[in-house]
């Protein structure tokens, strides 16, 4: 501390901290400056840029998902009716402020050779790459949400009369159209309806309903669609190509599809994705899943069977472990609503039209085979009110534990369509088996049962593979019946013991759980053993080459073949069998007065 008798002022301080001087070092009262260090700036070469800046569209034609709009475009522009005024709408990141950029760039296109409008950017032109920077005196891109209000609106409109500097138009991009105000908007009307011939207007927003109707009249309205991951997917093979990085085909498959139909998400979740392996090795699946929080959707998938099967005690094991992971009880239930949207689509449609990785796409496809369109619809009602009811109850993980008793109680009641029919046909409405109404609910339900229970029948004892497969079938577990249709290659089978090799990937539980459900089933200890070789094919392999089979026969026929010629890219994806006649083997009743006589005599 030093004191400094010049600093006499009662209200200052008397003692102030300095540092030390030397010959070495200045001060605040003169001499030389001390040396400071200063750190670098980062040049822009050295600086990083994510994939998603790095590769932004340049040109209409790297679009991509957006063919119908770029064929509009291209179409106005050819035969120059262009409007004064275009909305781009559509969720985030597939591309609306990059079009508008884009758009921007055509309409002030200027080259040695092309002196209009033009949406062919291959040749940069004269405008632009000081557009592609955003440093164009006549492209003037706004943001709506720091400019809401009816006074910024005016400004801007002044500023329209006036003529361009230097290119064609002057062109004004309004991101985020939506957040103006109503006086804004209003102010907006009159300029936009009659704009001056060298004004042209380019809106973007993700909320189109709020934009008022008058505006959207005035404009021309573009829908830029979600970018589907089998066209994603393609899109980031690509861009690591030229990164020079390797990824497993499986895991950007996983990021196409997180990306929910967005490029920018798609290329953010690349990035980050690209940064998680090892140096020098591939990106794996198992990594990317891990990223993104896919690890439990396998478990989830299997809480989805163990409620369709009504295994009530195995669901809320299966759901706590879950939430002991961390998992959000409204996420899991979002999860089992898009695995009952996906079986009902694959009941229909099949496995490709699910938009699953494949193992889920055909588990689900399993399950929708077991299932009826009814089943599914009363699930995904059920599972719907539930997860409105997560969002308001106190505790969610209690919500969610209650309606997975109520959705296992009623995976095991009949649909009123079953109950109709056994009624009509005089069957008892709680007969044994799959569909039986449950013994152990309360009330009105519980003394049907009581009234209503059949005699016990014998437990069943399969005398074959078949059987056995049947029997998973009956007991509606479906998982089980998945895995041992895929995994088991049968190598002997008697009745209470069956040896199969295991086909590759084949769950290590597998031998446990088929011996256990088996002896829970049939009342009688099973042995399951497994060899390394030896066995026959699995069912689904055996599936799989009969349907391939088919097809190259089909493939074969001469028609097929002229067919599949004049239609180039046409394949055969399924082939059905067709339907035997039915023959009416029932004679018809001839009177007797019209019978031969050889028959009167038999007679």
């Not at 910024?152 to 409109?157: E, P, T, V, Y």
């Not at 009941?347 to 369109?373: E, F, H, I, N, Y």
Request: charged share 25%; aromatic share 6%; hydrophobic share 40%.
């Amino acid at each position: 501390m030093s004191e400094h008798p010049d600093l006499d002022d009662p209200f200052a301080a008397t003692e102030i901290d300095l540092p030390e001087r030397d010959d070495a070092t200045d001060d605040m009262f003169g001499g030389a400056p001390a040396p400071v260090a200063v750190a670098k700036p980062i040049e822009k070469s050295e600086a990083y840029t994510v994939l998603a800046r790095k590769y932004r569209p340049r040109t209409f034609e790297d679009l991509i998902g957006q063919e119908a709009m770029v064929r509009t475009l291209t179409n106005a522009f050819s035969a120059g009716r262009i409007a004064h005024a275009f909305m781009l709408t559509g969720v985030r990141g597939v591309g609306k402020t990059t079009t508008a950029r884009l758009l921007a760039r055509a309409l002030n296109y200027e080259s040695d050779t092309v002196h209009g409008p033009s949406v062919d950017l291959s040749v940069m032109g004269i405008h632009c790459q000081a557009i592609i920077e955003g440093r164009h005196i006549d492209v003037l891109e706004l943001d709506a949400a720091s400019r809401t209000g009816v006074d910024a609106m005016r400004d801007l409109l002044e500023s329209v009369r006036y003529a361009p500097v230097e290119a064609r138009y002057k062109v004004y991009v309004i991101d985020e159209v939506h957040m103006l105000s109503t006086g804004a908007f209003n102010a907006l009307l009159k300029t936009l309806e009659e704009p001056p011939p060298h004004a042209k207007f380019i809106f973007a927003t993700t909320e189109i309903r709020k934009v008022p109707v008058t505006i959207l009249s005035r404009c021309q309205r573009f829908d830029l669609r979600r970018v589907e991951p089998e066209t994603l997917t393609p899109h980031l093979e690509k861009i690591c190509g030229l990164e020079g990085v390797k990824i497993d085909p499986d895991a950007v498959a996983l990021i196409a599809r997180a990306a929910e139909g967005s490029v920018r998400d798609g290329l953010s979740l690349l990035d980050q994705a690209l940064v998680q392996g090892e140096a020098g090795e591939a990106t794996s699946a198992e990594v990317v899943r891990d990223m993104l929080g896919l690890a439990d959707r396998g478990a989830t998938l299997s809480l989805f069977e163990n409620i369709i099967s009504g295994q009530m005690s195995e669901a809320l094991l299966a759901f706590r472990t879950l939430y002991g992971f961390g998992a959000d009880p409204s996420q899991i239930m979002g999860d089992m609503l898009e695995y009952a949207h996906a079986t009902s689509v694959a009941k229909v449609l099949g496995a490709d039209a699910t938009r699953l990785p494949k193992a889920q796409a055909m588990r689900v496809t399993a399950l929708g085979s077991q299932l009826s369109p009814g089943t599914l619809s009363r699930l995904w009602t059920l599972m719907l009110k539930a997860f409105e009811e997560l969002r308001r109850a106190p505790d969610a993980c209690a919500a969610f534990e209650m309606a997975l008793v109520r959705l296992c109680y009623a995976a095991d009641l009949p649909g009123p369509e079953l109950l109709m029919k056994r009624l009509q046909s005089g069957e008892p409405l709680m007969p044994n088996g799959p569909g039986s109404l449950p013994t152990g609910g309360g009330g009105a339900s519980a003394q049907a049962a009581v009234q209503m229970r059949p005699v016990q029948q014998a437990m069943p004892n399969p005398q074959s593979f078949e059987d056995v497969l049947k029997l998973i079938s009956d007991k509606r577990d479906i998982g089980l019946r998945v895995d041992v249709e895929r995994f088991v290659r049968l190598v002997a089978f008697r009745p209470g013991a069956i040896t199969f090799e295991p086909a590759p990937n084949a769950p290590g539980d597998l031998v446990r759980k088929l011996s256990l459900k088996l002896r829970e089933w049939t009342g009688q200890r099973w042995l399951i053993a497994t060899e390394g070789t030896g066995g026959a094919e699995s069912i689904m392999e055996r599936d799989n080459r009969e349907r391939d089979a088919a097809k190259a026969r089909l493939q074969a026929n001469p028609f097929v073949s002229k067919v599949l010629e004049a239609f180039p890219g046409a394949e055969i994806t399924a082939v059905r069998a067709k339907p035997k006649p039915v023959v009416n083997t029932i004679e018809p009743v001839v009177p007797e007065d019209e019978r031969p006589e050889i028959d009167k005599e038999n007679d």
